[in-house]
C-alpha cells in the first residue's frame, strides 16, 4: 500500500488501539497528543514514593478487549478481593463476594444489608447474565439503574446498602441513573472476573499498549486546535494534510460544527492520604451508603504494595460532588474518616487531590460496539472513544479497533 498519512488526535486507550490495529495492517500512523504521555484518563503518577492514579479505577479480568490488547499476566494484576467492606455510622460488615457467590454468604452478615430474598434475586440475576452475551445485554431496553432494581425486586435495604454505594463509585453519578445495559454489563463483569490494578499503576495499561507500537510516530504536547475536512491545525497554527484522520478524543472540541452536542460529562474527585497503617487491611473496598461526602474508599498498598515505596499507607478516597475548596474539602473528608475509622483526623495526611472534570461521558443510548460504518463523521474523518458506546476500558478499546477498520476499509478498492 502506498505511504498514507493517518493522523490520530489522542493518545488515550482508543487511540493507542486504533495505532495498534492499523500496525498490523501495514500502516503508519502518527499520533498528535495534547499532554506530555499516553493514557489520557488512565494515568499513574508518582510522588513522594506513592503511585497515585487519576482517579480510582479498576480494570476487570473480564473484559474481552482487554484479553486481546493486554498481556495480563506481565501486568502482574493485583486483585481485590471481591465485595466490600459497608462503614454504616462506626459499625462496620464485610460482605464476601456478593455479585459471584451470593448465596455462599453467611446469612448474618447478609442481614445487615438485604433479605433472604435478595440473596436469591442475586444469585438468579447472576445466572440470567451469564448466559446472556454482552452484545445481548447492550440490545435490551434501556432504563434507569434505579428503575431496574426495583422492576428486579430487589429490597430498597439493599438498593440502598449496597447497590447504590456500589454502582455510584462506577457510574460516578449519584442517583443510579445510568443505563440498565450499563449495570447489567458491570455486575456480569464481576461475576465473572475479578476487579483488578497493575501491580504498578493503572498506568501501566496503556504503556503496555504503546510499546506494542513499533512504526507509529507520537508528538507529544500537540494539542490539536480544529479539523476541517482532513486539515488538521495545531494549537501553534501549523496545518497538516492528512489522507485520514481518527479523532480519538470527544470531538465537539476541535470540531466546530459539534459544540453544544455533547451533554456535560461525568465529574469526580480523587484525594489521596498517607497513613501510619491501613484501617481496612485487606485488598477490599471500602462503602459508605450513608457518607456525607466519602462513597467510596480503599487502602491502595493493600492491593499493591508497589503503591507505596515509603513504608506508609495509601488511602484512596472517592467524592461525587464537592463545593468545597481544597482545603476545605481536605478537613471535612478528615472528619469523616476520623468518624468511620476511630482515628483521628489529623493522623490522615494529605497527599494529593485530582478533580477530574471529564471522568465519564454522558451517554444516553450505550452501546457494545458498532460497524465500522458508522464511525465515518464526514469524509476520511472517523470517530473513536469510550463516548460512542459506554464510559468504560473495554468500550475505548473497541472503539478504537472500530475506527481502525474504517480506515483500513476505506483503502480497499471498490468495485
Ligand atoms: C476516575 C475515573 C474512573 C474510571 N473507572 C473506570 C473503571 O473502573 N473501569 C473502566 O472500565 N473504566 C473506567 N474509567 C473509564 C476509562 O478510563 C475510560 O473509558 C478510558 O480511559 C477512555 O479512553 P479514551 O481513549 O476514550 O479517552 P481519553 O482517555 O480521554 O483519551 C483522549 C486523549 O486525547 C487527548 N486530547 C484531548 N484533546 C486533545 C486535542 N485537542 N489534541 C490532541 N490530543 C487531545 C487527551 O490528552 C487524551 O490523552 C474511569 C475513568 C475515570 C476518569
Do not use: W
Amino acid at each position: 500500500m502506498e505511504e498514507k498519512k493517518i493522523y490520530i488526535i489522542g493518545a488515550g486507550l482508543s487511540g493507542l488501539v486504533a495505532a495498534l490495529e492499523l500496525e498490523k495492517a501495514g500502516l503508519s500512523p502518527v499520533i498528535l497528543e495534547a499532554s506530555d504521555r499516553v493514557g489520557g484518563r488512565m494515568k499513574t503518577d508518582e510522588i513522594d514514593g506513592f503511585r497515585l492514579d487519576h482517579g480510582f479505577q479498576v480494570l476487570n479480568t473480564a473484559y474481552p478487549e482487554a484479553k486481546k490488547y493486554l498481556d495480563l499476566h506481565a501486568l502482574q494484576l493485583k486483585t481485590f478481593d471481591p465485595g466490600a467492606v459497608i462503614f454504616d455510622g462506626k459499625d462496620s460488615y464485610v460482605i464476601t463476594d456478593p455479585l459471584r457467590n451470593p448465596l455462599k454468604i453467611v446469612g448474618m452478615a447478609f442481614s445487615k444489608v438485604g433479605t433472604f430474598l435478595d440473596k436469591v434475586k442475586m444469585f438468579s440475576l447472576t445466572q440470567e447474565l451469564k448466559k446472556k452475551s454482552n452484545e445481548e445485554i447492550f440490545a435490551e431496553p434501556s432504563i434507569p439503574t434505579h428503575q431496574y432494581l426495583k422492576q428486579y425486586g430487589f429490597s430498597d435495604q439493599i438498593i440502598s446498602n449496597f447497590f447504590k454505594p456500589f454502582f455510584r463509585g462506577i457510574f460516578l453519578e449519584k442517583h443510579l441513573n445510568t443505563s440498565s445495559r450499563m449495570f447489567e454489563f458491570v455486575f456480569k463483569m464481576f461475576s465473572l472476573g475479578h476487579a483488578a490494578v497493575p501491580a504498578r499503576g493503572m498506568g501501566e495499561i496503556p504503556e503496555m499498549i504503546k510499546r506494542q507500537l513499533s512504526t507509529t510516530q507520537i508528538y507529544f504536547n500537540s494539542p490539536v486546535r480544529s479539523v476541517e475536512g482532513t486539515r488538521i491545525t495545531l494549537e501553534n497554527g501549523d496545518q497538516l494534510p492528512a489522507d485520514r484522520v481518527i479523532i480519538a478524543v470527544q470531538p465537539d472540541r476541535i470540531m466546530k460544527q459539534l459544540q453544544g452536542q455533547f451533554a456535560p460529562a461525568r465529574t469526580v474527585v480523587n484525594l489521596y492520604f498517607s497513613t501510619q497503617k491501613s484501617f481496612l487491611a485487606r485488598p477490599m473496598i471500602g462503602l459508605l451508603p450513608s457518607g456525607q461526602l466519602v462513597n467510596n474508599l480503599v487502602f491502595m498498598d493493600d492491593v499493591s504494595e508497589a503503591y507505596s515505596s515509603n513504608g506508609r499507607s495509601l488511602l484512596s478516597v472517592t467524592v461525587l460532588e464537592s463545593h468545597l475548596t481544597e482545603k476545605e474539602l481536605v478537613k471535612a473528608v478528615q472528619a469523616e474518616l476520623e468518624s468511620i475509622s476511630g482515628i483521628k483526623a489529623e493522623y490522615f495526611k494529605p497527599v494529593k487531590q485530582y478533580h477530574i472534570s471529564y471522568a465519564l461521558p454522558h451517554v444516553d443510548d450505550m452501546k457494545y460496539s458498532i460497524p465500522h460504518t458508522e464511525c465515518k463523521i464526514v469524509d476520511q474523518v472517523y470517530l473513536a472513544g469510550d463516548y460512542l458506546l459506554n464510559g468504560s476500558i473495554n468500550a475505548a478499546m473497541t472503539s478504537g479497533r472500530t475506527a481502525a477498520e474504517a480506515v483500513i476499509h476505506s483503502f480497499m478498492p471498490t468495485h
